[in-house]
């Protein structure tokens, strides 16, 4: 049976109290072979005190990478990804953080599937629950790969689904409305743009999506507003601007259509945010 050894060091201490103290210390050496790897030895660093967590995965990432989900985007995904994990490697903090993050990016793909129903990646978890493979991470460069492969299969089954489930002219416009909301976009022009009439379009939307082009595009938009609310304290016309609408009175009329409250109403449930980051572009 082949075993790898890995030894961690803590400082110098003295008498039978400080034993205590020095097995935590040489614990916490010892887990960085997550980033340098296996069969090495581990001098004790006192760590910086911080929210690692909100550091290496930061909201702007996690609203980018909803962001890149939401459109299918595949190299997007693995850029957002492959980002929060080079700072893991910079930061080097103890694993059970690092863990934390993965499972906090795991959710936000996780989330993504809903869009396809909740059984649709039932067999990506054919072996074990995804979350308990995520856990089990012993290396970084484990992550690294285990991410790669997810991010594809994840892709694959969300691009067959997708084709099984709407016509083309339909997925051509879902993508680009999911990615090009804030633009102004008519049914004539959109129906240009699959090249089909008008009335065809309407009605592909009605059979399909069970509701208005119209409709579909406001429902995009006021989703992203309400994220926006949640997640970041920027005034409510910088968000109606940001979403697509000029008029910040009939923002707030579409808004409270479809969520049953006004946008002062919706933030008001959730902690004030402390988020002041730039707008997705």
């Not at 409305?177 to 959109?190: E, G, P, R, T, V």
Request: hydrophobic share 40%; net charge negative.
């Amino acid at each position: 049976m082949e075993a790898s050894v890995s030894i961690g060091i803590s400082p110098e201490f003295a008498g039978l109290n400080g034993i205590k103290t020095a097995y935590e210390q040489a614990k916490a050496a010892v887990e960085q072979y997550f980033f340098a790897g296996k069969e090495r030895i581990f001098a004790f660093a006192e760590p910086e005190r911080a929210d690692y967590a909100a550091i290496l995965f930061p909201k702007e990432d996690e609203r980018r990478l909803k962001f890149e989900i939401e459109r299918m985007d595949e190299d997007g995904m693995r850029h957002i990804v492959s980002r929060v994990l080079d700072r893991m490697e910079e930061a080097r903090q103890p694993i059970e953080t690092n863990i934390r993050v993965c499972l906090e990016l795991l959710h936000c793909f996780q989330a993504g599937f809903k869009m396809f129903g909740e059984d649709a990646f039932q067999q990506l978890e054919k072996e074990m629950p995804m979350y308990k493979r995520v856990i089990r991470f012993e290396e970084l460069a484990e992550a690294r790969l285990w991410f790669e492969q997810f991010i594809a299969a994840y892709s694959s089954r969300a691009r067959d689904i997708w084709g099984k489930t709407h016509r083309e002219e339909i997925q051509k416009l879902i993508l680009y409305i999911k990615s090009n909301y804030a633009i102004d976009l008519s049914l004539k022009q959109a129906a240009e743009m699959v090249n089909v009439s008008e009335g065809y379009l309407s009605h592909l939307f009605k059979k399909e999506l069970h509701k208005s082009f119209t409709e579909y595009v406001n429902q995009i938009r006021v989703d992203k507003a309400a994220e926006l609310l949640h997640e970041t304290n920027w005034p409510h016309y910088k968000i109606a601007e940001q979403v697509g609408y000029e008029n910040i009175n009939y923002f707030g009329r579409v808004f409270k259509k479809l969520k049953g409250m006004s946008p002062k109403q919706y933030r008001a449930q959730f902690p004030k945010a402390s988020d002041s980051s730039v707008p997705l572009e």
